[in-house]
């Protein structure tokens, strides 16, 4: 700063002197540099040298401004750089590694802290199950055998029922716990596999099966609701195949197996009336299956109070963990 306007001053020093002294000579040259400025250079020569003056006391005075409002300028880059770039990295940098952390905390503590009080909650191991919501938006009356190698065909997928209280739909409700049940298992350390995870899919229930086996699950779930022309009929049941099964009898005791630990865990948790297991190798669905398998049939549909009950998502909740429960209680045996 002193320097530039030592240098100002020197330069301003040795103008003055020769405008004074040799205006005439510098009148040629800034009337060419300044438009106006014409031939009597004397006159016009100080009046620029005036301006000159001005101009340089101008800038002069302004420099300083002009350097303030640049670094103003450089200051409020200055701000602009670090709160547009910098800060904002160092805010999306620290929270997301906040984040992560938390994240990576959250992970690490959930199973402490849920194990603590909850044991059962790492018991999944990894273990794959699939689940099954039984149903679809729309049957497919087209058949299928009833199993390997059957000549007896079936439908492929029925309708299924439908809430007489609620009006819903049973590929509803079913899908409604299925996806409890998949929270749950996954909360709980399982592999899970889903056959359908929206209404709007096409597949038979020899397919569904066929998921099972091909993700090597080690329980496949079907859940259903259950349906009966007497409104007073109540409770819930689980379904699986005979020791006879001419499709699957290798699977037949584990799957009866898996078939009373879930009835119980389900009845446990909800209080719903136990009907049981039954023996049936009818179904498709069971029929194709190369693992332990049940159908689950939580409550009837047709029983106004089941249905509304079953439409409760604390009750669904109930049912999701009852039937996690029973899985739980399958391996563990
Ligand atoms: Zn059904």
């Known amino acids: 700063m002193k320097k530039k306007k030592s240098i100002t001053g020197i330069i301003l020093v040795l103008l003055l002197c020769l405008m004074g002294f040799r205006g005439s000579a510098l009148a040629a040259p800034l009337s060419e540099l300044l438009p106006g400025a014409g031939a009597a ?8 040298l005036s301006r000159l003056i001005a101009e340089a006391r101008q800038k002069q005075e302004h420099k300083p401004a002009v350097q303030e409002s640049a670094v103003q300028e450089e200051a409020a880059s200055g701000e602009e750089v670090p709160a547009v770039e910098e800060p904002p990295q160092e805010e999306t940098a620290a929270p997301s590694a906040e984040a992560t952390k938390t994240e990576e905390t959250a992970q690490e503590a959930a199973p402490v802290q849920e194990s603590a009080p909850q044991p059962a ?3 999944g191991g990894g273990r794959i199950v699939c689940i099954d919501a039984g149903h679809q938006l729309r049957q497919n009356s087209a058949k299928e055998p009833n199993g390997p190698g059957s000549s007896e065909m079936k439908m492929k997928v029925t309708s299924g029922t439908r809430g007489v209280s609620s009006g819903v739909p049973e590929y509803q409700l079913t899908l409604d716990v299925a996806l409890r049940l998949q929270s749950v298992l996954s909360g709980r350390g399982y592999t899970v596999v889903m056959c359908r995870t929206t209404n709007e ?7 569904r099966a066929t998921v099972a086996n091909n993700a090597g699950a080690g329980a496949f779930i079907r859940i259903h609701a259950d349906g009966a022309s007497s409104a007073s009929a109540s409770g819930a049941s689980t379904l699986a195949p005979s020791d006879s099964n001419p499709y699957c009898a290798g699977i037949a005791p584990q799957s009866q197996a898996l078939a009373r630990c879930v009835i119980n865990g389900l009845c446990a948790r909800t209080g719903a009336k136990n009907r049981g297991v039954t023996i049936t190798d009818t179904m498709t669905g069971l029929n194709w299956s190369q693992v332990p398998v049940t159908i689950v049939e939580m409550g009837f549909m047709t029983n106004p109070a089941e249905d509304m009950a079953m439409q409760d998502p604390a009750y669904q909740q109930k049912l999701a963990e009852g039937m996690a429960d029973g899985i739980d209680a399958f391996f563990g045996s």
């Open 41 to 48: 250079g004397a006159v016009f020569g100080e009046r620029d």
């Open 201 to 207: 899919v096409d597949i038979s229930n020899a397919e």
């Open 121 to 123: 909650k790492a018991s």
